[in-house]
């Protein structure tokens, strides 16, 4: 994503955990080889002050900002909700749900007209999973938030949208199971296999396009490899 919105005229700020400090470093020389800035925010989502201060940084770095894209995530699979702990139902909804209202309530002091927000939403919060409820669960709730917003912005001139995958190829994949589900990962979609990142990544810059999507907003735009039965 951050590499496609530079290749677009975009210059980039990237909140990450500190732990993935490398690969912040690697994305942020892959938007500067691309000719626009990349500033990098390490903290942590769950937190609503880190969020104000990312906007803030942002703002003070660029001038201005036109554009939050909420793709935060942590999940676990479970084989049931008894397994399913505190500490585990607190970290998904915080990490997922709350990060996504403490960023974009920060990001709506700044966003004017034109603005958007574009969420990372998934074919869970729309056909549920036995093994990820919690998950599927706040993605629900990122549907709802999404048409939600839209509606209360729409007359401020600022648009929120949703986009929905299936399964996707990422380094999130094989810490959320055992081996013998990562290996199987998407391969039960239409097409045979999970999307790669770079086939996903430009529907949020086409939801972020004024030119492209100026009359849309409060959709959940699924891309799921040829499935066609989801809402």
Known sequence: MAVLYAREGADVAIVYLPEEESDAQETKGAVEGEGRRCLLLPGDVTQSEFCRQ????????????????????????????????????????RTIIFGYFYMARAALAYLKSGGCIVNCGSITGLEGNKTLIDYAATKGAIHAFTKSLAQNLIEKGIRVNCVAPGPVWTPFIPTSGPPEQTAEHGQKSPMGRPAQPEEVAPAFVFFASDADSSYITGEVLTLLGGETTAA
């Open 54 to 93: 990312a906007v803030e940084r942002t703002v003070k770095e660029y001038g201005k900002l036109d554009v939050l894209v909420n793709n935060a995530a942590f999940q676990m699979r479970q084989e049931g909700l008894p397994d399913i702990t505190d500490e585990q139902l607190e970290k998904t909804f």
